[in-house]
């Protein structure tokens, strides 16, 4: 256990539609990092939030939207969902810098 | 790109055989990391190798750093059927990873 959570596990959507998915960081963590990892893939970095504030940014479209939280929390937005957009979402808290990610065990979305 | 590229993409042993795998990158870095993936779960950190470093061991883990090459290898000794699992390298130590390594340990 990373101490890390996600939710909700599983969700499926409509094309077109809009989701909010939400991540509960390590106490203490106050860097936040979001990835997208279709099957077969390796995890794609979608952003990172370090204190309230997005840090960096993938190869993402703005329609993929985040937000941290003082307590820790943080949510990954993404609006007018695409069939390519299906994936697990993995969220990673980790300290200061570079450091190791703790992940958490992600959030599978379907969109059809 | 910081992307690393695991090699090969595929390993398949027999329990108690030793895995090695390896990992390419392009620029300079600080650290490389090794995270070990299960099925459809989130990725648990392995290890942290820094840039001064040339080996570091970890359990039945040993990992190599070769700067020069921009090169590292993660070596699993004695290998379990629980190290089923895909193996990602990632240089700088966050963001971006490869394709990965997909470990089969067969009983």
């Known amino acids: 256990e990373t101490g890390v959570t996600q939710s909700p596990t599983h969700l499926i959507k409509t094309r077109g539609q809009q989701v909010t998915l939400r991540c509960s960081s390590q106490?203490?963590?106050?860097?936040v990092s979001w990835y997208q990892q279709a099957l077969g893939q390796g995890p794609q970095f979608i952003f990172q939030y370090y204190r309230e504030e997005e840090n960096g940014r993938g190869n993402f479209p703005p329609r993929f939207s985040g937000l941290q939280f003082p307590n820790y929390s943080s949510e990954l937005n993404v609006n007018a969902l695409e069939l390519d957009d299906s994936a697990l979402y993995l969220c990673?808290?980790?300290?200061?810098?570079?450091?190791?990610?703790?992940f958490g065990p992600g959030t599978r979305l379907t969109v059809t | 790109s910081q992307q690393g590229e695991e090699d090969p993409q595929a390993l398949s042993i027999q329990e108690g055989e030793n895995a090695t795998m390896n990992c390419s990158y392009k620029?300079?870095?600080?650290?490389l990391q090794w995270y070990r993936q299960n099925s459809g779960r989130g990725l648990v950190h392995l290890i942290l190798?820094?840039?001064?470093?040339r080996e570091k061991h970890s359990g039945r883990l040993r990992v190599t750093l070769d700067t020069s090459k921009k090169s590292s290898s993660l070596l699993i000794t004695a290998s379990r059927a629980a190290d089923t699992a895909s193996y990602f390298c990632?240089?700088?130590?966050?963001?971006?990873f490869g394709t990965g390594t997909s470990l089969t340990v067969i009983p």
């Open positions: 106490s203490g963590h106050n860097t």
């Open positions: 990632a240089p700088g130590g966050q963001f971006y």
């Open positions: 190798i820094r840039s001064n470093e």
């Open positions: 620029t300079s870095i600080n650290n």
């Open positions: 990673a808290s980790s300290l200061d810098g570079p450091d190791e990610q703790y």
